[in-house]
């Protein structure tokens, strides 16, 4: 069993930044990927970032690609999302998830991971 559990959310002004962590207990990650999705109010949810187990590999929903950045620390068994030059349709609640398969790659469809945290809202306000 995986718990992950997201933290770094939180009230901003647009174009400020802030930096979303993804801690995992109940197994090592170090050989999976991760991802990063999101979801507003009333939409689906959607991808936002993938990394694949050493972080060489990293992959980005277009409307992000040069203003979030996603990392890992495997020993610290954690996940990061930085988040510059927010807008107010970044404004969502933020998931972290475990890929089901073994990390060579990143991962960007929903039905690619088998391990959720509970979410972190993010506020942007204009």
């Known amino acids: 069993q995986v718990q992950l559990v997201e933290s770094g959310g939180g009230l901003v002004q647009a174009g400020d930044s802030l930096r979303l962590s993804c801690a995992a207990s109940?197994?090592?990650?170090?050989?999976?990927?991760m991802g990063w999705f999101r979801q507003a109010s009333g939409k689906e949810r959607e991808f936002v970032a993938s990394?694949?187990?050493?972080?060489?590999?990293?992959s980005y929903a277009e409307s992000m690609e040069g203003r979030f950045t996603i990392s890992r620390d495997n020993a610290k068994n954690t996940v990061y999302l930085e988040m510059n030059s927010l807008k107010p349709e970044d404004m969502a609640v933020y998931y972290c998830?475990?890929?089901?398969?073994?990390?060579?790659?990143?991962?960007?469809?929903?039905?690619?991971?088998?391990?959720w945290g509970q979410g972190t809202q993010v506020t942007v306000s204009s």
């Open positions: 998830a475990k890929s089901q398969g073994y990390g060579s790659t990143t991962y960007r469809a929903i039905g690619d991971y088998d391990y």
């Open positions: 109940g197994r090592a990650l170090n050989v999976y990927s």
């Open positions: 990394i694949n187990w050493n972080g060489a590999s990293t």
